[in-house]
């Protein structure tokens, strides 16, 4: 699988991203389409690789009982930071840390688990996913938002960098430089499928995130009313091929059956 190391180091840089008009679109769409399949109830969520806790404190204000993890000390502190002006979600989250390939809950099952903006800073998605399927329960989902391999080169192109968008395109390339400066991995959402069907769960449609802003810097700074007419128009485009394959990233969800084999 390969550990996950390094990202406390741009902890900063993600914190302002996720801040950012840009990369609220990324957290609002996911965040709407993983509470519609989660029950309207309180139930229990891992969030594995929560960094600063910006799915963890959502979930928790939607009234869910949520664990985050994280294998970054920093990350963890600034999750515990914005916890802790938020009181009122106190009760509802739990910080722990450790990687994917040391998650602590050995017989404790979830109800949601979800991977967020990790895989691609791992050599493959097999044995994560493996890991994350084996600790929904019964009737959960799981959810993960991976790089979309099938988009690789279209940022670059949309941005005016067609050299670079022409060679990622031409060689069929499975790693592209992200967000952060890091080059990531890519992933294609029927591998993703693949996978969790072979662990057990039912896949679920998926959805491409952030296809018509990504382009974007995060200097991007839109009205209230500009902001929501994109948000409803990368949520009505997330669903509906061909659009959804020029996501940059690629939301997959997968449920187990109530009645789920051994």
């Known amino acids: 699988m390969g550990a996950l190391t390094g990202f406390g180091d741009v902890g900063t840089a993600y914190a302002a991203h996720s801040g950012s008009a840009r990369g609220r679109l990324r957290h609002d769409l996911v965040e709407r389409r993983f509470l519609s399949e989660l029950p309207s109830r309180p139930v229990r969520v891992l969030d594995a690789g929560c960094g600063n806790g910006e799915m963890t404190l959502r979930l928790a204000a939607a009234g869910h009982r949520v664990t985050g993890v994280d ?6 502190a600034a999750a515990a930071e914005r916890l802790a002006v938020r009181p009122e979600l106190a009760d509802r989250v739990r910080l ?15 109800d949601g688990v979800c991977c967020h903006g990790v895989l691609m800073y791992l050599d493959g998605p097999d044995e994560a996913v493996g890991r994350l399927a084996g600790l929904v329960a019964p009737g959960g989902l799981l959810s993960v938002l991976a790089k979309n391999r099938r988009a690789i080169g279209v940022r670059e192109a949309f941005s005016g960098d067609y050299e670079t968008a022409r060679r990622l395109i031409e060689s069929g390339a499975q790693t592209s430089i992200g967000n952060l400066g890091r080059a990531t991995r890519a ?11 072979e662990h057990g769960l039912t896949p679920l449609p998926w959805q491409g995130i952030r296809i018509f802003h990504d382009h974007l810097d995060d200097t991007w700074t839109p009205r209230p009313a500009v902001y929501e007419s994109a948000l409803e128009l990368e949520w009505a485009a ?6 959804r394959d020029m996501g940059h ?8 059956p109530v009645r789920s084999r051994p």
């Open 71 to 76: 294998p970054s000390a920093r990350m963890l």
């Open 96 to 110: 722990i840390r450790a990687g994917l390939e040391s998650l602590p809950f050995d017989g404790e099952r979830f």
């Open 249 to 256: 990233l690629v939301h997959t969800l997968a449920r187990r």
């Open 238 to 243: 997330s669903s509906r091929s061909p659009h």
């Open 187 to 197: 992933d294609d959402p029927e591998t993703l499928d693949r996978l969790a069907a």
